[in-house]
């Protein structure tokens, strides 16, 4: 199975992110999105948030109520193995490349998307199977639903 964009997410600020078809990607983030907290969000070190939507599923399957773009990300990938992505990770779409800088630690603000608000149970620090990830734009351009995922360690 090939690895696939499944989701793609922006926000005027804050969580949850809400869908669309095309982001654009340029050096410093996503066109349309904002983070309300800049100390600990955005820049060109934290310029795109990843999650795995396997992730998703097992955290659903184990009763949390997340959902697509709930916890910040940008772009949610299908087809990976879980603990595949690192820092160090290139991910390449047809028009765009980027490299993991770090994981995405969790905050208070996405606890609506896990049961009893454990929202510690994407910190990587306690579950590095969990993680969302923070990426660096190697190459600016445009990813878009269905768009093929390579990784190159």
């Known amino acids: ?74 772009i949610l990938i299908n087809g990976l193995a879980i603990g595949e992505i690192a820092p160090g990770v290139r991910i390449v779409f047809p028009d765009v490349e980027l490299v993991i800088t770090q994981d995405s630690p969790p905050c208070k603000t996405i606890k609506d998307s896990f049961t009893d608000g454990k929202f510690n149970t994407i910190s990587h620090k306690k579950f590095p199977n969990l993680t969302r990830w923070y990426a660096k734009v190697v190459k600016e351009g445009a990813v878009k639903i269905n768009d093929p995922v390579e990784i190159i360690n």
């Open 1 to 74: 199975m090939t690895a696939r964009i499944t989701g793609l997410h922006t926000s005027n600020g804050g969580v949850p992110k809400y869908p669309v078809d095309l982001l654009i990607i340029g050096k410093n983030g996503c066109d349309g999105d904002k983070q309300n907290d800049l100390k600990h969000h955005g820049g060109t070190d934290k310029a795109v948030c990843l999650l795995q939507q396997e992730i998703i599923e097992q955290l659903n399957n184990e009763g949390h109520p997340i959902s697509p773009g709930s916890t910040g990300e940008n």
